[in-house]
Nanobody, 126 residues
Framework: QVQLVESGGGLVQAGGSLRLSCVASGRTDSSYSMGWFRQAPGKEREFVAAISWFGGRTTYADSVKIRFAISKDNVKNTIYLQMHSLKPEDTAVYYC???????????????????WGQGTQVTVSS
């Protein structure tokens, strides 16, 4: 079992920045992909970014590439999502998730993820 707790969401004006954090506890080892997803009202959950715990390989959705950066702290069992140049369309609940996978591989489908956090709300005002 893995427990995930997100934090760092909030209200920000368009063009602003936020940093989300996700702390993992329980069974943690190197063979997984950790990802960020988001879900806006009335829309499906969509992939934002992922990082492989072993090797730090990263993958991004086209809509956030350049503006967002995912990173990890192995000692703290934490991943981060640094978001810059936020837009109103980035408004959503952001979820952290873990997928067991081959070391060094990142996953982009929510169906591949095994554990999820409770989510943190990000609201970008225009």
């Amino acid at each position: 079992q893995v427990q995930l707790v997100e934090s760092g969401g909030g209200l920000v004006q368009a063009g602003g920045s936020l940093r989300l954090s996700c702390v993992a506890s329980g069974r943690t080892d190197s063979s997984y992909s950790m990802g960020w997803f988001r879900q806006a009202p009335g829309k499906e959950r969509e992939f934002v970014a992922a990082i492989s715990w072993f090797g730090g390989r990263t993958t991004y959705a086209d809509s956030v590439k350049i503006r967002f950066a995912i990173s990890k702290d192995n000692v703290k069992n934490t991943i981060y999502l640094q978001m810059h140049s936020l837009k109103p369309e980035d408004t959503a609940v952001y979820y952290c998730a873990v997928a067991w996978t081959v070391a060094g591989v990142t996953k982009t489908s929510p169906n591949d993820y095994d554990y999820w956090g409770q989510g943190t709300q990000v609201t970008v005002s225009s």
